[in-house]
């Protein structure tokens, strides 16, 4: 393809020998008004690495997550204290503009979510909002391949995104998410509401994209945080029903050897 | 095995289907008044055409000049329709110049940008500016909103009763009702869309623009028709401010009267039935029906044409 991608390929090749964490947080914690979702949470997430996140129903997976590009604030009553750290830069500081975390720090969410427009704008969407310059049909046409439905959607690109099947819909988002040219990727159990043919099609395709991305995934599934992944975070609930981080390591390790009780009753099953 | 009893009545027939009563009394209902609905349509129609048609059928009266003449003089047999069409789309013109844009303003910040709190606060609101009497509008157009436009444009240019004033006020009267039916169609589209959007690093006028708007637009275009029609229909208003007397202009400072202003005036003053006068209103009431019905289907076209299915 044209210059126009080849640049964007040499600029994530020159941030990325810079750098080995991508993202940290310091002593975060989240709240809804009074309630403590989560609890003073330190992890670093490595560079063009997959982690996973995993733990009960309501430790605050989501909330977590959503605190990586400031869409928890979309959220009234919610606040959070301490630091989320992308490349070193508080997230959090007063000069900061959300909209450009966003830019930089994208997301999928768990139901599939395509815009009502057709294949073709959901694409460039987000392109036109931050001013793209290059050539559209090449972005769309990269950005679908990159999400592995290019040559699924190439003749109707001009259909609506919403008659496409649930786990086309879900590499849709995946490959609108991709076409702003982010950084991070944020995944919110992404396969949870597809058959398995399509979930292992998303696996794949996060394998492919962490050569390019680092991607953060929340997931209920073990075994596919095992396929996917190479760190993974486990959370728990403590008394108050505040999640907070029991084990985090390399996912090998994780499951096969688990430092914590909690975590190896939590991945045998035999939790709660 | 014996059932065991949890509090449910015994199945008396099996799996035989069961006549529930509720059922049918309730379907029947919904039947009737569907069917009514429609007849009081159909009688409606029925009415205004049977007695439009007699107007036609007198001498000196044709379709072409009815639609075509600018001349609405009764006493000298000339029913142009022009004069009073002109007016009534002069008002309702300026009317959706203050009621649109306005309208959306006011339901982009009501759905998207206000908080809960003040969403509680202004709907209602809006909801009870909606119920006012138009005679009051009337009378605001008349001593406020004519005087302004006298002080504003000179008082040589602006006529005492005026177009412009009755349909600015009209404006304001159907702009709560805009505001509201499109505020519903915005808070009707999935928060999932705003938030793909947000994470696509939107910011919140892109996204209210971008993506609530658009695919919310059937439910904006029907507040608007509604709006439309309304204002088309609106007869105090034009009775007591836009002036009386046909007069065939389109300078919106002079006074015309509207269709429905001269229906108000014909038909409050004592006309004998089967004149002409008074079939010549029933006339005017099936070219209402008609510009309201035709705004109707263009709109559903247009939609149709640009609507976005969310789900
Ligand atoms: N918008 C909100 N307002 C108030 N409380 C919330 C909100 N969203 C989540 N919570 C609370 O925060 C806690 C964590 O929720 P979160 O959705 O992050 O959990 P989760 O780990 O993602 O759960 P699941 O696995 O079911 O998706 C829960 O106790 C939940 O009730
Ligand atoms: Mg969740």
Sequence with gaps: MTHTIEKIKTQRIKVSEKLVYVLETKKLNIYYDDFRAISEVNMKIERNKVTAIIGPSGCGKSTLLRSFNRMNELVQGSRISGEVLFHGQNLYAPDVDPVEVRHRIGMVFQKPNPFPKSIYENIAWGARVHGFKGNMDELVEYSLRQAALWEEVKDILDHSGLALSGGQQQRLCIARALAVQPEVILMDEPASALDPISTLHIEDLIRELSNHYTILIVTHNMQQAARVSDFTAFFNMNGDRSGYLVEYDNTNQLFTMPKNKLTEDYITGRFG | MEQIALGYPKSRNGLKRRFRVGENAILALLFISGVFSIFTTIGIVYELGKEALLFFRTPNVDLWSFLSGTQWQPHIDKFGILPLFTSTLITSLFAMLIAAPLGMGAAIYLSEYASEKVRGFLKPILEILAGIPTIVYGYFALTFMTPLLRTIFGRDVVEIYNTASAGLVMGILILPMIASMAEDALSAVPNA?????????????????????????????????????????????????????????????????????????????DLSYDSIDYNSIFAIGLMLFFVTLTLNLISQQVVRRFREVYE
Excluded: D, Q
Excluded at chain 2, 238 to 266: D, L, S
């Design chain 2, 193 to 269: 869309l705003r938030e793909a959007a947000y994470g696509l690093g939107g910011t919140k006028l892109e996204v209210a623009l971008k993506v609530v708007v658009p695919a919310a637009i059937s439910g904006i275009a029907a507040a608007f028709i509604v709006g439309i029609s309304r204002a088309i229909g609106e007869t105090m208003i034009v009775a007591v401010a836009a002036g009386a007397g046909p007069n065939f202009t389109f300078n919106p400072f002079k006074g015309a009267e509207t269709m429905t202003g001269h229906i108000v005036r014909i038909s409050g003053g």
